[in-house]
């Protein structure tokens, strides 16, 4: 049939005289294609809407055609759609007639000629959650109980952290240590510290350091185990590692992974006054936002680093994309007990320093000393040295520096007292200069 114009099916009728779209001379109404039309006065009795697209098969017959070849015509022929009309009804009848012997068919199943009762199952044999010491699965165990998650509300909003348990005090108290970008800005009460057990206890400031990025804690709780600290000088690259935390707030989350890299130079912070200087070990267990000031064990259970920092990917508008890329950054146990006890102790830390100032406008090879009056701090560690302004530090006791970030970062991981070799270029000649470190403040 010929195409049938849009809307209902048939369109409304045209002017008296004219034809209708559809292909009908009868302009009065919808009419069924296979009755007789009534034609009009100025159309003939049939003809395609569109002669370019063929036309119905079989048109109505002409006025005064006889009733026999009315008859004839409207007899099914092969391919009529009368025939197909009647096969769609015998498919809808065998249909229903499939379904609902299905429908017997499923009832003879279910009242159990397809089940076999006599069949049992073996039961699950015993398990046990003990894993040995050194696994993965031991190491959390263990380390689980003492990890903690901390609750920050302040100026600048709310957020989450991780700690971990340090000792108890001794007036019924205990410490957690944590890092200090975690509660920095915390109001007086805004700290809470959120036990594995679920467990929420107030928690305060005991001591902080922006440099070193480490702060103490302290609840009002006894009875909690702390984490033994193991000795990160003696960790290798390649080392199996596992990060306790509460990543995105996710609190007892555990990750492994190994240690990619020693010494790595950290620098953290959206301004001078905030920053972080770290010597890092560099691991790829994933550590994501929250996981800050939680423990980096070794294979032992022991603390050998504490989860601080994450390299990021530039995202759109210069947006950074946090998340771990595998690239974590954590402050060594031998710095963090360090600091720590100074912060119990004292609560504030001491840096080591050599007192001069460093050209950060510098791009030849090491790290050169200002070359103006007053950059080497007269009295100072660096001046008792011998060192002058201009001179360029090529490296700290056999280590290359190329950055005035990588030695602050060096200098800031020895204790006050130590003792570093600086190998100096001064005109054409490269020198060793012994350097005493001081303490500031």
Avoid: C, K
């Avoid at 409207?74 to 391919?79: D, I, M, V």
């Avoid at 998650?149 to 909003?157: D, H, K, Y």
Wanted: no cysteine; charged share 15%.
């Amino acid at each position: 049939m010929s195409t049938p114009p849009s809307g209902d099916g048939w369109s409304r009728p045209p002017q008296e005289g004219s034809e209708p779209p559809g292909g009908w001379a009868d302009p009065a109404a919808r009419r069924d294609p296979w009755s007789t039309p009534t034609p009009g006065p100025a159309s003939s009795w049939w003809q395609p809407a569109d002669p370019a697209g063929g036309h119905d098969a079989f048109p109505p017959p002409a006025p005064g055609e006889p009733a026999t070849a009315v008859a004839a015509a409207a007899r099914p022929r092969r391919g009529s759609p009368a025939r197909w009309i009647g096969t769609g009804s015998l498919v809808l009848l065998l249909g229903v007639v499939g379904g609902f012997a299905g429908g017997l068919l499923q009832d003879e199943l279910s009242d159990g000629g397809g089940t076999y009762p006599s069949v049992t199952l073996p039961s699950p044999s015993a398990g046990s959650t003990q894993r040995p010491a050194g696994t993965v699965a031991g190491i959390a165990a263990t380390a689980l109980p003492s990890v903690v998650a901390l609750q920050v509300e302040g100026q600048e909003g709310s957020g989450t952290g991780s700690g971990f348990v340090l000792d108890a005090g001794g007036d019924g108290g205990t410490f957690v240590l944590t890092n200090n970008h975690v509660v920095a800005g915390a109001y007086r009460d805004g700290i809470v510290v959120v036990l594995q057990s679920g467990e929420q206890i107030p928690g305060t400031v005991v001591g902080a350091d922006t440099s070193y990025d480490l702060a103490v804690v302290r609840v009002d709780r006894t009875g909690l185990t702390p984490l033994p600290f193991g000795d990160s000088d003696a960790v290798v690259v390649g080392d199996p590692v596992v990060a306790v935390g509460a990543p995105l707030g996710l609190q007892g989350t555990v990750t492994e992974g190994i240690v990619s890299a020693l010494n790595r130079p950290v620098t953290a912070g959206e301004s001078a006054s905030e920053a972080s200087y770290i010597q890092a070990i560099q691991t790829d267990a994933a550590i994501n936002p929250g996981n800050s000031g939680g423990p980096l064990l070794n294979s032992a259970g022991q603390v050998v680093g504490i989860n601080s920092a994450i390299a990021s990917l530039p995202g759109v508008d210069g947006q950074a994309q946090s998340g771990s890329i595998g690239l974590g950054f954590s402050i060594p146990s031998q710095q963090a007990r360090r600091t720590a006890e100074q912060l119990i102790r004292t609560g504030r830390a001491v840096h080591p320093v050599i007192r001069v100032s460093l050209d950060s406008t510098y791009t030849g090879q090491g790290v050169r000393i200002l070359d103006e009056p007053g950059a080497v701090a007269s009295g100072g560690p660096g001046d008792r040295a011998g060192l002058q302004p201009g001179d360029v530090v090529l490296s700290i006791d056999g280590r290359p520096v190329t950055e005035p970030a990588e030695l602050i970062v060096d200098i800031r991981a020895r204790e006050p007292g130590d003792v570093v070799t600086l190998s100096v270029r001064r005109g054409g000649e490269t020198v060793d200069v012994p350097v005493t470190l001081d303490a500031d403040g």
